[in-house]
């Protein structure tokens, strides 16, 4: 830390460029038109110094850090600073050229001027529910390329001099499939990059920009040394593991494996993931800014999840990993679901901290971001719809305590669409929506559970795509925890119920088709039969474990033990 800038100041700057983050992200959302936005908070913010460095994110969807990390200095790189007027806008959303991890997260940048110096940038991405490509949603489980994902939105001025480029604005809204929902969604972030601009700017004056840049510039030491100092509190040595996903798609159907080695090193740490799958003909690749983004919230989790979420949190951080990978894909290939691999990245990771303090490390969650994409032409106003959502699931249990149920985990932060919502807006009906009893990995704490979710269409013509993971290989328990239930899709028709692949495109459904949602549970920590019967008892009561395997798992007979329940 600088000695000039005291550490009072330095507290009260670091949370006062937060809220310029958590005011950009409270207009997104309020202003946003789609469902995905508005409801699910499928979105981001950040704010940066004038040399790129991110120093503050809104605590929303830990993912999209990765879309923000160099978006900066891509705007500093295609642009001179000369060229950079205040009220510019930059929009952009490729994943292999600094601008995303996936195309339907599109990202927005501001730059802040204060008296004609370019003082910081301001940020923003949100997902859009339909980007273009080979199916509606812009994410299909058949795709072999980017190309079939949607539009690449190069790196290009939305907004010059605070006036709109119609012929940026018009070319996205035109590659849609909803274009009123992207006019609606585009115009909220352009106003969130507006609060962002005016709140930064406010900070700036108020201390004065050379005093402004001490501040920042200590934020960033401030949160490299503490992520040091967690680090050096951890046992020197190498620790490796690894895990599986179910496939990488419906034209890669093989298991795919993730296996990293982690060296300990003083304040140091490297993350080696020479091992791991080649990157795949389907949509489960990573791009490497999202595998690092993966890192950062690993380790801020583990040994610093106090600390300012800034750039400086990497730098003791050291990630390695074969170009042409899974986890560091190069082009063409499609990185539409990229998200379920940065899941089990974390699982991963996690794992191999587990050796070094299990005490620390919660046990493997649903981790995945389990979608499900519904299109169709609304019979109620005749508009075409594309309609998102992902369904949470179980978080591992822990040496504290029992695990999370119906929660996102790790990389994502999304809401679960409250029902009113979805039946509102589109023709579908939730027939049954529920935790699933059981799916918590039995142990002395139980995983949290996943979800059922059951949707009656009300219309023909609609169609379905499912994206999920864990369907084939269970999340795993910690310290003779059992593990918890996998997750499953599952078809109705004419009475008739199949069970579908983990990964799905463009099913055709017809008026009162269902299709059931199953997602995975997680896994337990510890001994299940050192669980109270006490609490055994009363999660039969809740309807989260049932009568048998209460027995079964844990020992306890419910009938023998169920006075005063």
């Not at 799958?277 to 989790?301: D, H, I, R, W």
């Not at 063409?332 to 691999?341: E, M, N, S």
């Not at 935790?435 to 704490?445: E, F, R």
């Not at 918890?484 to 983990?502: D, H, I």
């Amino acid at each position: 830390m600088k000695p000039k800038v005291d550490p009072i100041t330095l507290e009260i700057v670091g949370n006062l460029l937060m809220s310029v983050s958590e005011e950009m992200g409270i207009t997104l959302v309020k202003t946003a038109f789609s469902t995905n936005i508005k409801e699910r908070k499928d979105c981001s913010t950040a704010v940066f110094d004038a040399e790129g460095n991110m120093i503050a994110q809104a605590e929303y969807v830990p993912m999209h850090l990765g879309s923000m990390l160099d978006i900066v200095k891509e705007v500093l790189k295609n642009y001179k600073k000369e060229e950079i007027k205040a009220g510019d806008m930059f929009v952009t959303n490729d994943p292999y050229s600094g601008g995303g991890t996936h195309l339907p997260d599109i990202t927005m940048v501001s730059p802040v001027f204060v008296k004609d110096t370019l003082a910081g940038f301001v940020a923003n991405i949100a997902h859009h529910s339909d980007i273009g490509g080979m199916v509606p949603g812009s994410v299909s489980a058949d795709s072999t390329n980017i190309y079939q994902e949607g539009l690449r939105i190069p790196l290009v001025k939305i907004c010059s001099e605070g006036a709109i480029v119609k012929e940026s604005y018009h070319y996205i809204v035109l590659n849609t499939r909803t274009p009123e929902e992207r006019r609606g969604d585009l115009d909220a972030q352009i106003a969130s990059n507006h609060a962002g601009v005016r709140r930064l700017k406010e900070i700036i004056l108020k201390y004065g920009y050379e005093y402004y840049k001490d501040c920042t510039n200590s934020l960033l030491d401030y949160a490299e040394n503490l992520m040091r100092h967690g680090i050096q509190e951890l046992p020197d040595g190498t620790y490796e593991f690894k895990d599986y996903l179910d496939d990488g798609g419906t034209n890669s159907p093989d298991p795919i494996l993730i296996k990293a080695k982690i060296t300990i090193s003083g304040d140091e740490a490297i993350v080696d993931f020479n091992g791991t799958s080649e990157q795949v003909p389907g949509p489960l690749n990573m791009t490497y800014s999202a595998l690092v983004t993966t890192m950062f919230y690993c380790f801020k989790a583990f040994v610093g999840k106090d600390i300012f979420s800034n750039i400086g949190i990497y730098r003791p951080i050291h990630v390695q990993a074969p170009e042409g990978s899974i986890v560091n894909c190069k082009l063409p290939v499609p990185v539409g679901q990229r998200i379920d691999t940065c899941q089990r990245v974390v699982d991963v990771v996690l794992g191999a901290l587990a050796q070094i303090a299990p005490d620390k490390v919660i046990a493997a969650c649903n981790s995945v971001v389990t979608s499900a994409i519904f299109s169709g032409t609304n019979p109620n106003t005749n508009n075409y719809f594309v309609y998102l959502e992902t369904i949470a699931g179980g978080s591992g249990a822990h040496s504290q305590g029992d695990g999370l149920s119906g929660v996102q985990v790790h990389m994502t932060n999304t809401s679960n669409l409250p029902v009113e919502a979805l039946e509102k807006e589109y023709p579908i009906l939730i027939e049954n929506y529920r935790l699933i009893p059981d799916s918590g990995g039995a142990g002395l704490y139980r995983g949290g559970l996943g979800i059922e979710r059951v949707y009656r269409f009300l219309s023909d013509k609609i169609t379905y795509t499912g994206l999920g993971d864990r369907h084939k290989f269970s999340p795993w328990g910690i310290a003779g925890g059992y593990p918890g239930a996998p997750g499953q899709f599952l078809y109705t028709s004419k009475g008739k119920t199949e069970k579908l692949n983990s990964k799905v495109s463009n099913l055709d459904l017809q008026k009162n088709d269902l299709i059931t949602v199953q997602t995975p549970g997680s896994g337990g920590y510890g001994d299940p039969k050192k669980r109270p019967k006490e609490k055994v008892l009363m999660d039969v009561v809740h309807g989260k474990v049932t009568k048998e395997k209460a027995k079964d798992l844990y020992g306890v007979d419910v009938y023998e033990n169920a006075e005063g329940y």
